[in-house]
């Protein structure tokens, strides 16, 4: 097998078979065909299209689906730490004592990052669901249990108070309107002066090469999202109330991390 090849196996550190199976599985493969029409038509469902409701949904209904999804989402998670931790290397985290992980799935970024820094407590906020089967989460493998919680809820509706909340692959799944609600819960609840931190794919400008620019594509076709510049970022959080504080980037520039404060 060759050395990428290797990235299939599902013990290997690095492991991308999980993402593989979702993006080449039967449900995501099937979405691309509505792009013509969605394009003709403007409506962004092809889930709707497909499967008679959006993803999250579908979800809910079909568990084969939802055990293939939550598996690329932890197959992700190694990469991006990578990246995420590395892009914040520089950042002085000294008045941050609380972050607060919104849709954090089950638990491993955040629990990387408690690893990295000994002073922070977590809270994980995920859906029920997610987080039920306590063998999956990741806070006693990696030895932060005693910092980190996991709290059931609804990012729709409300956010635990924290210092700083982090969402990684999470305002890239909704519309405009959708990311504003979810941004003005945790400046409710965020305590003076304190921030939050968007982990994405950010767009770079017209004419650089990206990953971000195609996975755009599958974000118009898989749910109400999509990928954004660091301007449109900025804008989300401004209209949300938050101040811009500046974004920072791993040196491959694969995800950046856009950095807002509560005034």
């Given amino acids: 097998m060759t050395e990428t090849g290797e990235l299939l196996r599902s013990d290997h550190p ?37 499967f008679g409701r959006m993803a999250f949904d579908h979800a809910v209904r079909d568990g084969g689906y939802a055990e293939v999804f939550d598996n690329a989402m932890s197959s992700y998670s190694s990469a991006q730490a990578e990246w ?25 970024m955040m629990c990387r990052l408690l690893a990295q820094y ?18 999956r989460l990741w806070a006693r493998k990696l030895g932060v249990s005693d910092r980190c919680r996991y709290v059931a809820g609804d990012m729709f509706k409300a956010a635990p108070s924290a210092d700083g909340y982090m969402m990684k692959l999470i305002l890239h799944d909704w519309n405009d309107d959708e990311c504003v609600r979810i941004l ?23 004419g650089i090469p990206h990953f971000a620019k195609l996975f755009d594509i599958h974000m118009m076709c ?41 005034a």
């Avoid at 914040?88 to 799935?105: A, N, Q, R």
């Avoid at 000994?118 to 306590?134: F, N, Q």
Wanted: charged share 25%; aromatic share 10%; hydrophobic share 35%.
């Fill in 184 to 206: 003005e819960n945790q400046l409710e609840t965020a305590t003076p002066g304190g921030r939050v931190f968007i982990i994405e794919h950010v767009i770079p400008e017209p």
């Fill in 84 to 108: 995420v931790l590395s892009a914040l290397e520089p950042y002085d985290f000294s008045k941050i004592t609380h972050v607060c992980d919104v849709g954090g799935g089950h638990g491993y």
């Fill in 14 to 50: 690095q492991t991308l078979r999980g993402v593989t199976l979702l993006e080449e599985g039967p449900e995501h493969y099937a979405l691309w065909k509505h792009l013509p029409a969605m394009v003709r038509d403007g409506k962004q469902n092809a889930f709707m299209r497909e």
């Fill in 222 to 262: 898989w749910g109400t999202g999509r990928e954004r510049t660091e301007e449109e970022y900025a804008a989300l959080l401004k209209k949300a109330g938050w101040k811009y504080v500046a974004t920072w980037f791993p040196p491959s520039h694969a995800m950046g991390v856009v950095e807002g404060a509560k």
């Fill in 118 to 135: 000994p002073h922070l407590k977590g809270t994980v906020l995920e859906r029920a669901e997610v987080i039920a089967d306590s063998s």
